[in-house]
């Protein structure tokens, strides 16, 4: 469904185009010019690493191509390409993720901005391919900028954004870009195709600190025995990261002039005069917010809040849009197992010392591997935020939703599992 | 708009009569009075829920083998799906058709075929319009409860993948002349869903219950005893 029409009255050039996540974080990489590509198929990330190998192959892209035998190897070969000075993407998914965790830690540690797009999909074992965010969520404390999206628009302009960040010399972090699988990945949307001449005009050439090249030799990562040392370099890449947030602040104030379209780290939603309100991320937000919708037609005044850069974390931005609200629900859609959410003790800390701090910070897990989320559910946790509030308690534990029509599916599926016992 | 999950749908497209009764994928939950059920199926099908919805009955597979000699399937089902929409028109449907299949790398031919099949589907069906459906709220939120031993994700029960109908997905069935076979047992050695058992005298006899319609066993008899027909049992 991709026929080309020019919207009226918007300028020349702006094609309308039907696709996919996957292809819209291909198109992304392919007007970044990017130079290198080393992938490693896994589901639901396969379909990215096809489109670009195909575009390679034909010529329609003058970037190298590499497949590789693991993500190990992968993110290595990602991570010593932009140390050369070559810009570099790459993607992969949830075990591929983790099979090549340790190498995050490096890449971000040698200081070598790429980006990694990560086609969320919930962690074995038990194994599914649907989605969730304890892959991403693992890399939180990589030193890798995080950037989450909630469609297809998003996805792509995110990709634009990371580079940007990524490589501003106040940074010179490596980024992620989440985009849900199936939700995102397959689902094809309307996109507004960005002109080559304005990412060429937003993305200049990458310019590397201190390149690796064969004729002058630079030693990256190197072991550093004394604790101070250790320590201090640790610090400098947390104050980089917090660069990344005014940087990030002036590249989406720089991509709207070119681009119409306005990023902020936090999306707020009908939060003016809200009193509860949700807080999400990814590409679950567009069902929050028929919630809200919902919930805001029978008389409840509930908003949501829509994370969108997770590292650097927003904190500034979270305090404006929560302090003085009676209840905060934060919806996660990642489990740790033994305490609850991952974002939600990062939201009450940034909170806490405000005297107008909500009087209710309810953590709900919902969404994992993939399971919907329905409007009842929602619903629930808003009603339980509310009433905790009322009584003036706190939350026993994380709110775990589940369905009754869930819950018979379940038994008859154990039941099944059992032989029947 | 609704992502991923849809709890109310306007509209189900339904590509095959037997996942009407699958258990897991369970298309009619949560349609009402006023949505629409389209099935690919050559006739009606009669069971209980239908009788409440409105459905529409195409036959999607026949019009596929004859375009593209093939049982594929996803070109018809959008043309339908946009027709029914009201919103989409046939030119964007085809040019849609013809794009998403070049970017597979098809040839020019097999294109035109999707094409023209997709042009038959869309003007064949009639359009019924988008219509807004009120939430209705089927679900009860319940607590998880702690089940112990019982909550750890072993499988204990050995051979429960017979209880998977996978005859279902049949689309093309093998039948056996016995006239013609000579119990020579190749198909029973080659059918890849152990599927074909031979009876005390050595003929075969295809499990229909399993047998997913792969028809190795028709290409792989050397007399030709192995005749192929249409599914259309499901009803």
């Known amino acids: 469904m991709s026929k080309e029409c020019d919207k009226s009255g918007e300028g020349d050039g702006m094609v309308l185009k039907m696709l996919t996540g996957s292809q819209a974080v291909a198109w992304a990489a392919r007007l970044a010019r990017v130079d290198y590509i080393p992938a490693y198929p896994i589901t639901p990330q396969t379909e990215i690493i096809e489109i670009l190998s195909e575009w390679v192959r034909k010529g329609e892209m003058d970037a190298m191509f590499v497949q590789m035998e693991s993500e190990h190897s992968l993110l290595t070969a990602a991570g010593t390409a932009a140390a050369t000075g070559a810009r570099v993407f790459t993607a992969t998914s949830s075990q591929g993720l983790l099979y090549g965790f340790e190498m995050l830690y490096n890449i971000a540690g040698w200081r070598a901005p790429l980006v990694l797009v990560n086609v969320a999909r919930a962690l074995a074992a038990p194994i599914t391919l649907e989605p969730d965010h304890n892959d991403v969520l693992a890399a939180r404390d990589s030193g890798f900028l995080q950037f989450h999206t909630e469609n297809v628009q998003e996805a792509l302009d995110l990709v634009l954004l990371a580079y940007r960040v990524a490589e501003d010399h106040r940074v010179l972090l490596p980024a992620i870009v989440n985009i849900d699988g199936f939700h995102l990945s397959y689902t094809r949307e309307s996109v507004d195709l960005p002109e080559q001449s304005a990412v060429d005009e937003f993305l200049p050439e990458y310019k590397p600190v201190n390149p690796i090249r064969a004729s002058a030799p630079v030693a990256k990562g190197t072991p550093v025995l004394i604790p101070p040392l250790y320590s201090f370099f640790k610090y400098q890449m947390h104050m980089a990261s917090r660069n990344a947030l005014n940087v990030f602040m002036d590249a989406a104030k720089e991509f709207e002039r070119l681009f119409s379209r306005t990023y902020a780290p936090v999306e707020e939603y009908m939060l003016d005069d809200a009193d509860t309100v949700i807080v999400m991320s990814n590409s679950f937000t567009s069902i929050g917010k028929q919630a809200v919708n919902a919930m805001r037609e029978e008389g409840h005044k509930v908003g949501l809040l829509k994370i969108r850069l997770f590292r650097p974390f927003p904190t500034d931005d979270i305090i404006k849009s929560l302090r003085g609200k009676r209840c905060v629900v934060v919806i996660d859609q990642n489990i740790s197992v033994g305490k609850g959410g991952i974002t939600c003790p990062e939201i009450a800390e940034a909170l806490y010392h405000l005297e107008d701090r909500p009087k209710v910070i309810l953590p709900v897990i919902a969404g994992l591997g993939g399971k919907s989320i329905s409007l009842e559910e929602f619903k629930h946790a808003v009603r339980v935020a509310n009433r905790l509030a009322s009584l003036r308690a706190g939350p026993d534990g994380p709110l775990l939703l589940f369905r009754e029509d869930e819950a018979v599916l379940v038994e008859s599926l154990l039941k099944l599992a059992s032989g029947g016992q | ?235």
């Open chain 2, 1 to 235: 708009m609704e992502r991923g999950h849809i709890f109310n749908p306007s509209y189900v497209l339904v590509t095959t009569p037997s996942l009407l009764f699958d258990m897991t994928v369970k298309p009619l939950e949560g349609m009402a009075e006023d949505s629409v059920l389209f099935v690919n199926s050559p006739k009606e099908v009669s069971i209980e829920q239908l009788k409440k919805i409105r459905v529409i009955y195409g036959d999607l597979t026949g019009l596929a083998l004859k375009y593209v000699g093939k049982d594929i399937l996803s070109a018809a089902m959008g043309a339908v799906a946009c027709k029914l929409s009201g919103l989409i028109s046939l030119q964007s449907t085809l040019g849609a058709v013809e794009e998403e299949l070049a970017e597979l790398g098809l040839e020019t031919d097999i294109i035109e075929k999707n094409v023209q099949l997709a042009k038959e589907c869309y003007l064949s069906t009639e359009s019924v319009g988008l219509r807004g459906l009120n939430h209705k709220p089927l679900h009860k939120v319940v607590e998880v409860r702690y089940l112990g031993e019982k909550g750890i994700p072993d499988l204990l029960s050995v051979g429960n993948t017979a209880l998977r109908k996978t005859g279902s997905w049949r689309v093309f069935k093998p039948i056996v002349d016995k006239n013609l076979c000579t119990a020579c047992s190749i198909c029973y050695i080659y059918c890849p869903e152990a599927c074909i058992s031979l009876d005390e005298r050595g003929y075969p006899v295809i499990n229909y219950d399993h047998c997913k319609g792969c028809l190795v066993c028709t290409t792989e008899c050397p007399r030709n005893a192995i005749r192929v027909e249409r599914e259309t049992a499901w009803s």
